[in-house]
């Protein structure tokens, strides 16, 4: 499946880490770390990247979902990558809440504990400035709705603090990022509404990894998997 609602969001893979979100009563869409995208797309409103590895931060995918007025959305660590795009980047270098006409957002780090390059070194250290995202909109009856993003990322001490997480987008490949098993622990961690599975089907993992990611889960959280690799 390639496509499916939260609420009144509208959730489309693009594949690997990548994802567009649509609200269409606030006539608002944004894209997380598109990357590889092949065909026409229509513009989104932001776009949200999470760190400068290149299946994450791929420019060329951007320019496809971006139009007179999208902005972009990057921590400092992408300057170089992105630098052709100019004033359409905002980039940011800390944790607070940042508002726009849309929605609130604010970062969480993501960086690796456990996942080496060389004996001493990991392939995400917290040094890097990779990050996570958190986007939150206001709804009718006072409860926000938060999209969590977490970028490429281990369980970290961060992430297990999360609360009140309506959809969550956790990698779960391994190698660079968490583990199947660990994204079922951070799952049941965060206790989204809604936990989609990502960074898997063009690199590494499958979709068999994806399923049995939600099988893990079954009773507990909510999965719904999304891609664009065929079964």
Not at 112 to 124: A, D, G, M
Not at 182 to 209: R, Y
């Amino acid at each position: 499946m390639k496509q499916a609602t939260y609420k009144e969001a509208r959730i489309t893979a693009l594949g690997h880490a990548g994802f567009n979100v649509e609200l269409v009563e606030k006539k608002v869409s944004f894209a997380f770390d598109p990357y590889d995208l092949q065909g026409e797309f229509d513009p989104v409103d932001y776009v949200f990247v999470s760190h400068p590895h290149f299946d994450h931060c791929d420019p060329a995918s951007i320019r496809k979902l971006s139009g007179e007025t999208t902005k972009i959305i990057a921590p400092n660590c992408c300057q170089q990558e992105l630098a052709d795009f100019g004033d359409a980047v905002e980039y940011i270098a800390d944790d607070e809440k940042h508002e726009t006409k849309a929605f609130t957002y604010w970062t969480i780090p993501a960086y690796n504990i456990n996942k080496y390059r060389t004996p001493t070194e990991v392939f995400h250290p917290r040094e890097l400035g990779g990050v996570g995202f958190i986007v939150e909109f206001e709804v009718p009856g006072g409860k926000n709705m938060r999209f969590y993003h977490a970028g490429d990322t281990d369980f970290t001490p961060e992430m297990a603090e999360l609360k009140k997480v309506d959809v969550a987008f956790l990698p779960i490949s391994g190698t660079f990022v968490m583990t199947l098993e660990e994204a079922v622990e951070a799952a049941e961690s965060l206790e989204p509404k809604l936990a989609i599975p990502m960074h898997f089907g063009k690199l590494l993992g499958s979709s068999a990894d994806a399923n049995n990611f939600q099988k893990a889960l079954q009773g507990k959280v909510p999965v719904t998997v999304l891609t664009t690799v065929d079964y």
